[in-house]
């Protein structure tokens, strides 16, 4: 009875809590920031990019994703190259292998892990970033020999910011950031210990967010876009 009364209770944290990438801010929210996304790009389901929900993602997809949390199976999806809101507006501009603070904003705190990756679009200007290519340079946490950042907890439903490392070997005209929460809200069996539990095995939701971004080099004398000014009313 009590496993019972835990499952539904990590069901209904998993249906009320939503949660986004601030900064860089996510294609999907970025018309909460920025004037020029208000009338192609503005989405109410913004907090919601989680894979079309735990179940679809697996049983459907097996596990898969599109890159900025829309359902894989979706034919074309909204943020994605070709999608209706998609602009590909770069949003934030770094320096080459800078150290660099990410905010997310989450409703609800789902325990679990972030992770974020990066991939440069700059060989193919014309394509979108693949799953694929965002897995090549997952990035680590400053101060950590961790790709994962597991101090959710302790922040609550409040602003997250998380020190991340960007690799020194990369520089591009367009970059796409992507933050990945695997939350640890569902109830699983872990398939090495046999023990069951929040979190433990492997089908766990998953939110996800995209954002365009310049990295410039150590030499490149790339203008420099005006940063988005992110109000905190």
Known sequence: MLK?????????????GHGY?????ARSSAWLVDPSFKDCCTYEGHMEMF???VGHQWNTNGGKCGICGEPYDR????????????????????????QIDVKIKLSANHQGYFEFR????????????TQECLDRYLLTIIDTNSTK???????????ITVHVQLPPNIACQHCVFQWKYTTGNNWGRDPTTNKSGPGLGRENETFMGC???????????????????????
Do not use: W
């Open 4 to 16: 019972l009364l835990v499952f539904f209770f990590f069901c209904l944290i998993s249906i009320n």
């Open 118 to 129: 990066l991939c440069n679009l700059d060989t193919d200007p014309n394509s979108d970033a």
């Open 149 to 159: 950042y597991r101090d959710i907890t302790k922040h609550g439903s409040e602003m």
């Open 75 to 98: 034919a074309v999806k909204l943020f994605e190259k070709g999608g209706r809101k998609y602009l590909g507006k770069i949003v934030q501009t770094y320096k080459q292998g800078q």
């Open 21 to 25: 990438l601030l900064e860089p801010i």
């Open 51 to 53: 894979c079309g929900g």
């Open 211 to 233: 954002s365009d971004i310049t990295i410039i080099g150590h030499t490149t004398t790339t203008t420099r876009p005006p940063k988005i000014i992110i109000s905190r009313t």
